[in-house]
């Protein structure tokens, strides 16, 4: 069982950074892939960003490529987002979400196996 708790939400105004962090407990494998969803009003929940178990394993959507990176710290067990050029559409709930193993790639948002309760993320003036 991994549990996952996000953190490092807020409200920010356009063109403002935040970075997001998703506290991992014990992996113990090493072949899994990490992913940020998120989820606007009225919307289905959308991959943002996935890590695989090789750096060189990345997606972005394209809505955030160039603006958002994900990356990992082993020895923490934490995963981070940092979001730049933040933008209005960029509002929503973000979840950390891992497959263990890893099976596809990008993982799928309904194939994930552990998910984080979310943070909330809001863009306004």
Not at 93 to 100: E, H, I, T, W
Request: charged share 20%; aromatic share 12%; with cysteine.
């Amino acid at each position: 069982q991994v549990q996952l708790v996000e953190s490092g939400g807020g409200l920010v105004q356009p063109g403002g950074s935040l970075r997001l962090s998703c506290a991992a407990s014990r992996f113990t494998r090493s072949d899994y892939a990490v992913g940020w969803f998120r989820q606007a009003p009225g919307k289905e929940r959308e991959v943002v960003a996935s890590l695989g178990n090789y750096e060189s394993l990345i997606h972005y959507a394209d809505s955030v490529k160039g603006r958002f990176t994900i990356s990992r710290d082993n020895a923490k067990n934490t995963i981070y987002l940092q979001m730049n050029s933040l933008k209005p559409d960029d509002t929503a709930v973000y979840f950390c979400a891992a497959q263990v193993p890893i099976r596809s790639w990008p993982p799928p948002e309904y194939d994930m196996d552990y998910w984080g309760k979310g943070t909330q993320v809001t863009v306004s003036p």
